[in-house]
C-alpha cells in the first residue's frame, strides 16, 4: 500500500545551519505531496505542497521539490531560525479515484538552538 | 474568516465512556476528515465526510462513528472507549471539488484513564 518513510528525528542545529528532512514514498501513480509543521500544542499547518513531478513547493524560507525518479520530497531550508522548532510531517495524497486520505510519516521533530 | 474549529480542546474519559467530538469546517468548504495522531506519531486516516456520507474509511472499528450535518460540520463518536484511544484527534476541511487539500483544526487532546 502506500507509504511515507521520514527521517528519524530528532534533528537539532543550530541557528542559521541549513536544513535538510529527508521524504521518501511509495505510491501507486502520482499522489499530490504535503510538509505540514505542527507547534506544540497545536494542530496542522500546511507548510508546502506540490501535485506533479519536478514541482517546487516553497514558503517561508522552505523548499522541497517532487522528484518522481527516486520518490521523494526532501524539505530544506537554507538558514534555520529558532522559530523553526516545531516537528514537520510529510504527506501524500493518492490520486487513485475515491481516494481521498493522506497518508502522513511519523514525523520529525526539529529543535534549534540559538 | 474563521478557519477549521473543534471542541472540546481537552477532553477526559474513563475507559467503557462514550465521546463526542465535533468540528465545524472553514467556510466555504464541503468535506470533512478526521484523523487520529498517538502521541509521537502521524496522524492516521479515520474517514471522510461528504454530502452527509461517510466516502471512505481508515482501518478503525466499528467503535468510531461519525456524522456530517446539512450545514457541512461534522461529529465524531467513539463508543467503548479504551486506553489505546487517547489520542489529538483532528479535523480537516477541503473546499469543493479539490479533496486533495485539506485545512486542519487545532485538535481535541482525548485522555482515557
Known amino acids: 500500500g502506500d507509504s511515507v518513510t521520514q527521517m528519524e528525528g530528532p534533528v537539532t542545529l543550530s541557528e542559521e545551519a541549513f536544513l535538510t528532512i529527508n521524504c521518501t514514498y511509495t505510491a501507486t501513480g502520482y499522489p499530490s505531496l504535503f510538509w505540514y509543521v505542527q507547534y506544540p500544542g497545536e494542530g496542522l499547518q500546511l507548510l508546502l505542497k506540490?501535485?506533479?513531478?519536478?514541482d517546487k513547493g516553497s514558503n517561508k524560507g522552505f523548499e522541497a521539490t517532487y522528484r518522481k525518479e527516486t520518490t521523494s520530497f526532501h524539505l530544506e531550508k537554507g538558514s534555520v531560525q529558532v522559530s523553526d522548532s516545531a516537528v514537520y510531517f510529510c504527506?501524500?495524497?493518492?490520486?487513485?479515484?475515491?481516494?481521498?486520505?493522506?497518508?502522513f510519516g511519523t514525523g520529525t521533530r526539529l529543535k534549534v538552538l540559538a | 474568516d474563521a478557519g477549521v474549529t473543534q471542541s472540546p480542546t481537552h477532553l477526559i474519559k474513563t475507559r467503557g465512556q462514550q465521546v463526542t467530538l465535533r468540528c465545524s469546517p472553514k467556510?466555504?468548504?464541503?468535506?470533512v476528515s478526521w484523523y487520529q495522531q498517538a502521541l509521537g506519531q502521524g496522524p492516521q486516516f479515520i474517514f471522510q465526510y461528504y454530502e452527509e456520507e461517510e466516502r471512505q474509511r481508515g482501518n478503525f472499528p466499528d467503535r468510531f462513528s461519525g456524522h456530517q450535518f446539512p450545514n457541512y460540520s461534522s461529529e465524531l463518536n467513539v463508543n467503548a472507549l479504551l486506553l489505546g484511544d487517547s489520542a489529538l484527534y483532528l479535523c480537516?476541511?477541503?473546499?469543493?471539488?479539490?479533496?486533495?487539500?485539506?485545512?486542519f483544526g487545532p485538535g481535541t487532546r482525548l485522555t482515557v484513564l
Open positions: 506540490a501535485t506533479k513531478a519536478d
Open positions: 467556510s466555504g468548504h464541503d468535506t
Open positions: 504527506a501524500l495524497a493518492p490520486r487513485t479515484s475515491g481516494t481521498y486520505k493522506y497518508i
Open positions: 480537516a476541511s477541503s473546499p469543493p471539488g479539490q479533496g486533495f487539500e485539506q485545512f
